[in-house]
């Protein structure tokens, strides 16, 4: 019985929070891959990108919500070890593509792999971690302290979450840079000499 303009405008509204989350995206594994500025996309181009991962990862997590239930649905001994197998295969496509196409710079898939792994584990982790905890909130605190917990923690969940993207984003550029011998060589052979 709701409007219809309101369904517009919140998804409207939506969409330009998500284009926003992914124009940051973009911007931040581009300075890791050290892109020039002239080689970025323009507004449009990065719009259009934004909006194709949006779309991407919106049939990724229906697709990935439809196996969960269905494993949830089959019952067994095995059913958590299942949902944490296909929450990591869809955490690994979810990370592929991004990693992939929001990255201006043209790199090969294979140069991704360790840290799409990376942030597949380490993203794996924060999602039980993050289960336990909120959880343990509601089970251990009044309504009024439950919420006020459960957005702070939501804000913390979040901000780690990106710290795992970038982090694993920058160890794919180390490892195919070859950045952290490079650097630790210069460093030792520019060492200025000691005098008796």
Known sequence: RGHVAAVIVGVLISLWG??????AI????????????KDRPDFLQWRLKG?????????????????????TSL?????????VVVSLLVNFAIFLTAFRFMTSATIGTSRLWIGVLTATVLWQILQLVGGLYI?????????????????????????????????????????????????????????PTRRP
């Open 18 to 23: 998500g284009l926003g989350i992914t124009n």
């Open 75 to 83: 019952g067994g001994p095995w059913v958590k070890v299942g949902g």
């Open 26 to 37: 973009q911007n931040a594994f581009d300075q890791i891959w050290a892109v020039p500025r």
């Open 51 to 71: 909006l194709g991962l949006i779309l991407c990862l919106g049939l990724l997590f229906v697709v990935a919500t439809a196996l969960s239930g269905l494993i």
């Open 135 to 191: 959880n343990h909130v509601y089970r251990h605190a009044s309504s009024v302290y439950s919420n006020f917990a459960l957005v702070l923690a939501l804000i913390v969940w979040l901000r780690l979450g990106a710290q795992v993207t970038v982090y694993s984003a920058e160890i794919n550029t180390v490892l195919n840079r070859r950045l952290g011998l490079a650097a630790c060589s210069a460093r030792l052979s520019h060492r």
